[in-house]
């Protein structure tokens, strides 16, 4: 097996400059989505896509997988769908007389799950082993996945019918969540433009493989991180659990996800320690999606990335030592 050195920060922030400007090609004018979907996956997180249809969500997922010549699968969601068809399966081997493991559609580097929300609860549940731990237990024989893994799931808020919410631990799985929003009109007009030809993907050409990857996130993992930004991202995530509007604050692997996130913001800034900036400017798309605001919030419209936004602005920002 070929040993990948470990790249130095400045090149994994300029990896992670190509990788954008690949995806860039497809995804019009969103940037900061594009930003957080290499943020996530260097830092070893999964990305929760919830929009309406048609904004780019499948695209941004296979866009990313493109960029870095990785193996994507893409994994749809539906009411029949089984756990088994998740993990994978035990079937028996006439030949051999013996149980042959045939692995699922979790066993890529970037697994789309598209519209996690119309498969049963069981079936969801099938992702919690293989996100937290990178791995999948069948008859009683664990199975490692790929190195780098990423789920990015994709749903939709508005359509209800036939779907089943995300439980909150399942939420708690995902490092970050983004919404992709409309394009600008300048952009969905250049797009118009740029993709009359057919399969706009064709426009992704890879710039990077997958160990290469996962080098890359051994170099974010020796970020610095200083006490006095743990004790800021506690004193944030701990603020969540305290507040009126909420009746369900961020769990400790909040504190995680949102520590991991920021170390690749720094390393993608060129250095190689954590700043407030970092944990500011991850928070919301880190936490709010695992935040239940009261019934009372929810009638004065009060969401909670709006009483995240309003959390990060009230923690006092740690002085520079």
Do not use: C, W
Not at 141 to 148: D, E, F, K
Not at 154 to 166: A, C, D, F, V
Not at 231 to 254: F, K, N
């Amino acid at each position: 097996m070929i040993q990948h050195a470990t790249p130095s920060l400045t090149e994994v922030s300029q990896l992670a400059n190509r990788i954008s400007e690949e995806m860039g090609r497809v995804i019009e004018g969103k940037p900061r989505q594009i930003r957080m979907a290499v943020t996530v996956l260097l830092a070893e997180g999964h990305l929760l896509i919830e929009d309406v249809p048609g904004v780019g969500k499948t695209v941004l997922a296979k866009a990313l997988g493109r960029a870095i010549q990785g193996d994507v699968k893409r994994i749809q969601f539906t009411p029949d769908l089984l756990p088994s068809d998740v993990t994978g399966v035990s079937v028996f081997n006439q030949s051999t007389r013996e149980f042959e493991f045939k692995p699922g559609g979790i066993f890529a580097h970037i697994v789309l799950g598209d519209e996690i929300n119309r498969a049963s609860p069981k079936t969801q549940s099938a992702l919690l082993e293989a996100m937290a731990e990178s791995q999948v237990s069948v008859d009683g024989r664990t199975h490692r996945l790929v190195q780098p893994f990423m789920v990015i799931a994709t749903q939709n808020p508005i359509e209800m019918e036939g779907t089943y919410p995300l439980p909150e631990a399942q939420r708690d799985r995902f490092m970050a969540r983004i919404t992709m929003g409309y394009p600008a009109r300048q952009s969905e007009v250049a797009m118009l433009t740029h993709h009359a030809g057919g399969n706009q993907l064709a426009a992704v050409q890879p710039v990077t493989d997958a160990a290469t990857i996962a080098s890359a996130i051994q170099a974010v993992r020796a970020v610095y991180v200083a006490p006095v930004i743990n004790d800021y991202i506690v004193s944030m995530v701990e603020a969540t659990r305290q507040h009126p509007e909420l009746r369900l604050g961020a769990s400790p692997r909040a504190s995680l996800h949102l520590m991991r996130a920021s170390r690749v913001a720094a390393a993608l800034a060129g250095r190689d320690y954590v700043i407030p900036e970092d944990v500011q400017t991850l928070a919301v798309e880190v936490l709010s999606h695992r935040l239940l605001p009261t019934v009372e919030a929810q009638v004065a419209h009060r969401d909670p990335s709006t009483i995240m936004s309003a959390i990060v602005s009230s923690i006092p920002t740690p002085e520079r030592g």
